[in-house]
């Protein structure tokens, strides 16, 4: 079973423009991380919120944390083309294992 | 090189046949990972492992077989392969919270 649900599952924007990608867990989490995967490739780690924190910057990314809600956002600020590629929330709980649990994705295309 | 690499990265195979994924890391990570990744459910962990000679089941193991000799290496076999075993396959390393992915192989059963 997925713990993380991302919403929207696309999401299509002009460059320059804000995108805002949510995701929703179901039991308590350690940490919460993003991570990025280009068309055909890996994926990128590109944050981690930790459960007693609510909000984390890197650079043009911004990521809150709601553990009352269960729920996190991302968000990527003046968003370039470059930009375009799935986006995955992923929360690890530790039950003796370091396993993380992937949500489905969004998909973010920027328009150039 | 340096990082995490998988081999093949694509491969077509038949129904019933033994396929081995391979999957190095030159980092000295203690823990690696084999998920698979089909549309509309994300990454699904199949195997991971948390050091040389200790592997533990993930959400879909069965089919699936790891074995760990050494800490760089993490081969993923499908002892007789299916059709719903068509799918991607990403093996990942880490040594703390950040998990860093290899390429992915692409593995169609027909």
């Known amino acids: 079973s997925q713990q993380g649900e991302e919403d929207p599952q696309a999401l299509s924007i002009q460059e320059g423009e804000n995108a805002t990608m949510n995701c929703s867990y179901k039991t308590s989490i350690n940490n919460l991380q993003w991570y990025r995967q280009n068309s055909g490739r890996g994926l990128v780690h590109l944050i981690l919120i930790r459960s007693n924190e609510r909000e984390k910057h890197s650079g043009r990314l911004r990521v809150t944390l709601d553990t009352s809600k269960k729920s996190s956002s991302l968000l990527i600020t003046a968003s370039r083309a470059a930009d375009t590629a799935s986006y995955f929330c992923a929360t690890y709980r530790y039950t003796g294992r370091r396993a993380l649990t992937f949500g489905s994705g969004t998909r973010l295309q920027v328009q150039p | 090189d340096a990082g995490i690499t998988q081999s093949p990265r694509y491969k077509i195979t038949e129904t019933g046949r033994q396929v081995t994924l391979m999957c190095h890391q030159t980092?000295?990570?203690?823990?690696m990972f084999w998920y698979r990744q089909d549309l509309g459910h994300g990454l699904r962990l199949i195997y991971y492992?948390?050091?040389?000679?200790?592997?533990d089941k993930g959400e879909v193991p069965d089919g699936y077989v790891v074995s760990r000799s050494k800490t760089e290496n993490f081969p993923l076999t499908l002892e007789s392969a299916t059709r719903s075993q068509t799918s991607v396959y990403f093996c990942a390393s880490s040594d703390g919270n950040e998990q860093f992915f290899g390429p992915g192989t692409r593995l169609t059963v027909l």
């Open positions: 980092w000295s990570h203690s823990y």
């Open positions: 492992s948390a050091a040389a000679d200790i592997t």
